[in-house]
């Protein structure tokens, strides 16, 4: 890496959290870079992650269910 790009690198682990998004567009819109868009295998997650836009109500009352069957432990009631 040259000296350039391990300042940059140093600089933007130095960012807030609520600065990167404007600097990552910033970045996007003027670094001449085609970047193809980011598909579901890029950032695998979890199985859980969505589950309370489901549509299926109140998933809290149905929490000890969701612990007992999905990660195979005992629900405490």
Request: hydrophobic share 35%.
């Amino acid at each position: 890496m040259t000296i350039l790009r391990d300042e940059l690198h140093h600089l933007v682990d130095l960012l807030p959290d609520e600065q990167i998004p404007p600097v990552l567009e910033f970045v996007r819109d003027h670094g001449g870079i085609d970047t193809p868009p980011h598909t579901e295998e890029d950032w695998p997650l979890p199985e859980f992650v969505g589950m309370f836009a489901s549509g299926e109500g109140d998933l809290s009352e149905k929490s000890a269910d969701f612990i007992r069957e999905s990660l195979g432990g005992a629900a405490d009631q």
